[in-house]
């Protein structure tokens, strides 16, 4: 494609997004969760209308929305496209101060990052350096926070991509729609919002990893909370009183088998992970998350926590112990497999920008899952990143490019063969 360049660069542009601390934060009340994700969300919108995305607003949840127009003569039977990628950064990793590095021309080996030497990107640990990206500018932070790649890459990538629509009326396509949410990081990116009112037939996160990536495989993800209700007694004058909730905690935690964790499992292995706990002596609790591909072993390891709960409870009659388990999201394929284009068509679009597609399960989550079963199939494309929710994150700039052009392109082959 022969295309007219952007006023503004993915990759200044990804400077300038990486910049707003969005991070978004578990437990809040509000919605988004944090009140700096607007800074971003708002601004957003008023840079799609001022590339000429007329209908682009920002809804009283945070959401993002906006359409470009068909410029097909005969659009009857173009489905609508939509792309969607997320503003906020991961709870995990402060988003404050980023500064965006860039490491022109990768000739291989590790990368040391400037603000923290301590922080190193390992080019054993992570092989696409070597094996794709020689050659390459890759941008970090300095070492001392997340970059953002995740997703401010794929916001970065959507943002080029509809600029490029806009410069290149020659590039058919029909009506496209453009999302950015808050709060994916937190599993909430969705919870607001309105599939029916955005009205696409088909979307796209870019939300992905590395060059060429497809992912519309998640696992099925469930939430246990166990909340330990000890007996609070002056340790002076404990003997035979107290109950310390901590204790009962940490021995529910030494019970879960350690062959079913996420740093012993990968690919299909799903795992039981304790995240994050909070408590007194009085009282305590910790939070699990439950993860595997079919639902037969997410089933087994529900009974697994109720059979730990229960051996537990009978050490500890005076404490009252709860389990709750809530669903998160479940396995996108199915649906998405019913509808074989989606694939297909993402393939076939990063061909087209000089790639070679591959599909990935997601070890995770993404709002597609979720989106897939409120109605609006969307699989994941790859956004550029790796090493997501950690001081060493990093994306090539040219791979940010391949995705802009995969967006591009993507909307070209859903007009060509609808
Ligand atoms: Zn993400």
Redesign the pocket.
Known sequence: MNLKPCTESVLDRFKRYVQIDTQSEEDSRSYPSTEKQWVLLKMLAGELRSLGVEDADVDKYGYVTGAIPSNMPDDSDIPTIGFI??VDT?PAITGKNVKPVVHPDYQGGDIVLPGDPTQIISADEYPNLEKQYIGMDIVTSDGTTLLGA??KA?VAEIMTAVETFMRNPDVKHGEIKIAFTPD??IGQGTKYFDVKKFAADFAY?M?GGPLGEIEFETFNAFLARICIQGVGVHPGYAKGKLVNAIRILADIVTRLPKGMSPETTEEREGYLHPYDFDGQSEEAAVKVLIRDFEMDGIEQKKAILGKIVEEVRALYPKAAIDLDIEEQYLNMSYPIEREPRLLEYAREAIRRAGAEPHTKVIRGG??GARLTYMGLLTPNLF?GGEA?HSKIEWVPVQVMEKAVETIVHLAAVWAEKR
């Open positions: 990628a997320h991961s995740d997703d794929g994916e990081e996160t939300d993404t709002d956004a997501f």
